[in-house]
């Protein structure tokens, strides 16, 4: 990020000049890697925050679906909110709270006070990162400056993930599972106490609270999440799957309703009419589902089957962040080349083919070919994180950024549950107690199921683009 991109937006968290600015927007990526980190990074110390809480197996999965329930149901609302009461303030409520409950879990004596604190963590969260996102899109003087603030935002959203489970090996093994909380603090009252200083604050806009809208996006984004998750452990036809699933559908149905007769909407219709935004949304609803449902698998298998350590488990994945960084240094000037659909529909292809090898692992796999997929899967994540996140939000007023960013960044995290979900569902189905393979196997397939449908997305718009 260049100093010359932290430009004032009229509607945008707009950065201060020169130097100060610069660093500014740094300091606010910074946070949103920590957001983002927290979706995996306790992952691979589950099982040693099992042995030092006495959780059950039920109940340990919520050290992770408490942070993910919260942060993707109430990412609409963190959105508006930081419309309507300003986005400096809003990024800054959300990092404090987020720093709080990071402090609080770490300290948490009992299964049910570690999942409060991840829930509250990930409360924090969803009012933060939609600010974050704003200011990318807002901030920007210009295509090339915007695509360029793009890829360094999408990298830290795609490569997120896997650093986490990097981070969480080597923090579990050198000190304790503790830290992998421990170790937002200090960042976050770094955040708190510089952002105010080099970002100024935006106007507060005119206009009445959309109460009703608040409560039906909220609740049916918790609604659904929810539903997804569970559905995973206790399976798609339990009667809390199902009641929960129509409970989210009923409450989106009256979200839809009821936003075409208010004057300052939670989420404006409008945003939906973009056949090009719609299809950057389902494609990225299901390229971070198909991810996460390989963290998932992975860890598994490097754990179960190859029995690496958590430090070695994390330093696995390092081919995924190094590929995506290395991707988001020349992305930028490829979309301004060859256009974000084009590099979309290559680098979901090429996700495709980095997971099909693994579908068929075996004993005898070389441990080189999980390198060379994780590899791929690295490039195709860079090649289409900023492309897809561009075609999001272009055309967006800038008063409406937040709310464009909170829907963007919730179909992120619903395609994320259900990419969990339907893998979690398959991998138990085929499981074989001692043989992680088999279920294994199909989990993969699974995956690469979920990464085709982000290519059918992308290409059926080009299709449906078309003149007869």
């Known amino acids: 990020m260049t100093p010359t991109t932290a430009t004032r937006a009229p509607a945008g968290m707009a950065p201060s000049s020169g130097r100060a600015g610069s660093i500014g927007l740094w300091l606010v990526m910074l946070a949103q890697l920590m957001l983002v980190l927290d979706?995996?990074?306790?992952?691979?110390?589950?099982?040693?925050?099992?042995?030092?809480?006495?959780?059950?197996?039920?109940?340990?999965?919520?050290?992770l679906n408490g942070y993910a329930v919260a942060f993707g149901g109430l990412l609409l609302l963190g959105g508006r909110i930081g419309d309507v009461f300003g986005r400096r303030r809003t990024f800054l409520v959300g990092v404090a709270a987020f720093t709080l409950f990071s402090l609080l879990g770490g300290l948490a004596t009992s299964p049910l006070l570690l999942v409060i604190a991840r829930a509250l963590q990930g409360l924090g969260a969803a009012f933060a990162a939609p600010s974050v996102l704003a200011l990318v899109t807002t901030s920007a003087r210009d295509e090339g400056a915007r695509n360029r603030a793009l890829a360094l935002f999408s990298a830290i959203a795609s490569m997120g993930g896997a650093l986490g489970l990097i981070l969480g090996g080597l923090l579990t093994d050198l000190t304790n599972w503790r830290w992998t909380l421990f170790i937002n603090v200090p960042i976050g009252i770094i955040v708190l106490i510089a952002v105010p200083r080099l970002i100024n604050e935006t106007p507060r806009r005119q206009g009445r609270f959309d109460i009703l809208g608040a409560v039906t996006a909220t609740g049916g984004a918790v609604a659904i999440v929810w539903s997804l998750i569970q559905a995973g452990d206790v399976g798609w036809s339990n009667p809390n799957t199902i009641g929960g699933l129509a409970a989210g559908a009923v409450l989106i149905a009256a979200l839809a309703v009821t936003e075409r007769k208010v004057s300052h909407p939670l989420l404006r219709p409008e945003l939906l009419r973009s056949p090009s935004r719609v299809a950057a949304l389902g494609a990225m609803a299901a390229t971070y589902g198909g991810m996460l449902a390989m963290f998932f698998l992975m860890v598994q298998y490097f754990e179960d089957d190859l029995h690496f350590a958590p430090m070695v488990t994390g330093l696995a994945f390092l081919p995924m962040p190094l590929s995506i960084f290395a991707m988001s240094r020349i992305v930028p000037r490829l979309v301004e080349r060859f256009g974000a659909v084009r590099l979309v529909i290559i680098g979901a292809a090429l996700r495709v083919v980095a997971f099909l090898p693994l579908t068929q692992l075996n004993p005898d796999t070389p441990f080189v070919i999980v390198m060379i997929a994780l590899l791929c899967t690295g490039i195709s994540a860079?090649?289409?994180?900023?492309?897809?996140?561009?075609?999001?939000?272009?055309?967006?007023?800038?008063?409406?950024?937040?709310?464009?960013?909170?829907?963007?960044?919730t179909m992120q995290q619903l395609g994320g549950a259900v990419g969990l979900a339907i893998v979690a569902s398959t991998f138990a189905a085929f499981a074989v107690p001692g043989d992680f393979l088999i279920g294994g196997r199909a989990g993969f397939w699974s995956a690469t199921i979920l990464s085709g449908l982000a290519l059918a997305a992308v290409l059926g718009h080009v299709i449906r683009r078309r003149p007869a």
């Open 39 to 63: 979706a995996t990074v306790v992952n691979v110390a589950l099982p040693h925050i099992a042995t030092d809480l006495h959780f059950n197996r039920a109940e340990l999965s919520w050290v």
């Open 382 to 409: 860079g090649m289409t994180f900023m492309p897809l996140t561009n075609l999001a939000l272009r055309n967006v007023e800038p008063e409406h950024a937040g709310s464009a960013s909170g829907l963007f960044q």
